[in-house]
């Protein structure tokens, strides 16, 4: 039975974690960081922290147009976003 549980388990985790994953387009075909950090900025957010993820999005730690604080990903190609769980 518990093995059962697990394969079902796994099978709903594995969508999950395949939408993590932003693009698997080179580096070099991504906007610097600056850029992205601009467009960012653009839509209203202020940026406390900035990272690259290992599913090669880039995320930030901030806050919204209306003072709340988020974490957000987006797309290190196309800068949009991919998802923003809220904190």
Known sequence: MRVGLVVVLLAFATPALAGSFCTDAPPRNWPTK???MD???A???????FKTTDGN?????GKDKSGKRVE???H????????????
């Open 57 to 61: 999005c880039y995320e930030i730690y």
């Open 43 to 49: 839509m209203g957010h202020q940026i406390s922290a």
């Open 34 to 36: 600056a850029e992205m």
């Open 76 to 87: 290190s190609v196309t800068g949009k976003v991919v998802k923003s769980p809220s904190l």
């Open 39 to 41: 467009r960012i900025r």
């Open 72 to 74: 957000v990903y987006f």
